[in-house]
C-alpha cells in the first residue's frame, strides 16, 4: 500500500536549536516527495520537493531510499518557524497526517 | 494573479441534499486536484484532472463527481450528503504533473 507515515503530531523545540520532522513513505515506484507548510491561519504552501534538492527557509530534505524517508531538517529553528508540517507522496496523491512545530523562543 | 480561488468559502446542507463546489486555478495551471480535509487529518485525495480529463481518483464513493472546464476551472459535486463529508474541501492548482502544488483557502461544508 502507499502511505505516508509522520509519527510525531506535536514537535517543541528552543529557538536556535536544531529541528528534524520526520516523514516515512511506503511506495512502489520511484517516489516523488514534498512538504508542505500551513501558517497559522494561511494556506498550505509548497515548501519544498526532492527532485529540485533545494534549500527554503534554511530547510532541507534528502530522500533515503534505503530507509524510505524524507525528513525536513533545520540547523536553527527560528520562531517563525512554528507551523503545522506535512510531507506529501506520489504527484501529491498522498499526505501525511502533519506534524505540528511549536518553537520556544 | 489571485491565486487558487475556492467559492463558497462556506456553506450548510442538509443530509441527502446535493453540493456543487467551484476552483478557478492560478492562469496558465491545468492541472487540478480536491482534497477532502477533516480535523487533525492531512489532506486526503479526492480527484485530479488534467488538461479535462481524470487523471486520479481517491478513495471516495461515486457520489463524489468532478468535472474540468475548458478554462481549467473545475467543480466538486457530492451527491446525497451524509454527516461525515462535513469537512474543508482544498482545490489545488499546477502547471503540469510533477510540479509542485498551490492551494486554494478551501470551502467548509457543513452538514446538518
Known amino acids: 500500500a502507499q502511505r505516508v507515515t509522520q509519527p510525531e503530531k506535536l514537535l517543541s523545540v528552543f529557538k536556535g536549536a536544531p529541528v528534524e520532522l520526520k516523514c516515512n513513505y511506503s511506495y512502489s515506484g520511484s517516489p516523488e516527495l514534498f512538504w508542505y507548510v500551513q501558517y497559522s491561519r494561511q494556506r498550505l504552501q509548497l515548501l519544498l520537493r526532492h527532485i529540485s534538492r533545494e534549500s527554503i527557509k534554511g530547510f532541507t530534505a534528502d530522500l533515503n531510499k534505503g530507509e524510505t524517508s524524507f525528513h525536513l531538517k533545520k540547523p536553527f529553528a527560528q520562531e517563525e518557524d512554528s507551523a503545522m508540517y506535512y510531507c506529501?507522496?506520489?504527484?501529491?496523491?498522498?499526505f501525511g497526517t502533519g506534524t505540528s512545530l511549536t518553537v520556544i523562543p | 494573479d489571485a491565486g487558487v480561488t475556492q467559492s463558497p468559502t462556506h456553506l450548510i446542507k442538509t443530509r441527502g441534499q446535493h453540493v456543487t463546489l467551484r476552483c478557478s486555478p492560478i492562469s496558465g495551471h491545468k492541472s487540478v486536484s480536491w482534497y477532502q480535509q477533516v480535523l487533525g487529518q492531512g489532506p486526503q485525495f479526492i480527484f485530479q484532472?488534467?488538461?479535462?480529463?481524470?487523471?486520479g481518483r481517491g478513495n471516495f464513493p461515486d457520489r463524489f463527481s468532478a468535472r474540468q472546464f475548458p478554462n481549467y476551472s473545475s467543480e466538486l459535486n457530492v451527491n446525497a450528503l451524509l454527516l461525515g463529508d462535513s469537512a474543508l474541501y482544498l482545490c489545488?492548482?499546477?502547471?503540469?504533473?510533477?510540479?509542485?502544488?498551490?492551494f486554494g483557502s478551501g470551502t467548509r461544508l457543513t452538514v446538518v
Open positions: 506529501a507522496l506520489g504527484d501529491q496523491f498522498y
Open positions: 484532472y488534467y488538461e479535462k480529463e481524470e487523471r
Open positions: 489545488a492548482s499546477s502547471r503540469a504533473s510533477g510540479d509542485g502544488y498551490t
